[in-house]
Nanobody, 127 residues
Framework: QVQLVESGGGSVQAGGSLRLSCVAS????????MGWFRQAPGKEREFVGS????????NYADSVKGRFIISRDNAKNTVHLQMNSLNSEDTAVYYC????????????????????WGQGTQVTVSS
C-alpha cells in the first residue's frame, strides 16, 4: 500500500492561486497513476485531474481545464496540483489519489479506479 499526504491547502481570494502537493511513500511511486479529487460540502466527490506514471499524459475535468495543472516528480515521490484563477466553486477538500498500473507508463485510468487516498486538504476561495 502507498501512503499519501497532501499539503498546500488554505484560504485564497477569488482569482488567486494555490499549489497543492502530495508526497507518497510505501511503494515505488513510479508504479502509480496519480489523481486529484475534490469534495465540497453537500456535493458528490468530483474528479479533478490525473497524470500518468510517466507524466506524459494528463486529464482534467472540464471545470478546471485551462486553470489547473497536474505535474509529478517521480524522483521526489511527489505530485502537484497548481490551481490558478480560483473561484468560489473550487472551494472543497482536495484529495490526492493513487492507483497502481504496472502495465503502462503513459496510460490514464477511469475515475473510479483509484484505491489509495490521502487525508485531504481544505481549499477555501472567498468571493
Amino acid at each position: 500500500q502507498v501512503q499519501l499526504v497532501e499539503s498546500g491547502g488554505g484560504s485564497v481570494q477569488a482569482g488567486g492561486s494555490l499549489r497543492l502537493s502530495c508526497v507518497a511513500s510505501g511503494r515505488p511511486f513510479e508504479w502509480y497513476v496519480m489523481g486529484w479529487f475534490r469534495q465540497a460540502p453537500g456535493k458528490e466527490r468530483e474528479f479533478v485531474g490525473s497524470i500518468s506514471r510517466s507524466g506524459a499524459a494528463t486529464n482534467y475535468a472540464d471545470s478546471v481545464k485551462g486553470r489547473f495543472i497536474i505535474s509529478r516528480d517521480n524522483a521526489k515521490n511527489t505530485v502537484h496540483l497548481q490551481m490558478n484563477s480560483l473561484n468560489s466553486e473550487d472551494t472543497a477538500v482536495y484529495y490526492c489519489t493513487a492507483e497502481r498500473l504496472p502495465s503502462c507508463a503513459d496510460c490514464l485510468l477511469p475515475d473510479n479506479e483509484y484505491d489509495y487516498w490521502g487525508q485531504g486538504t481544505q481549499v477555501t476561495v472567498s468571493s
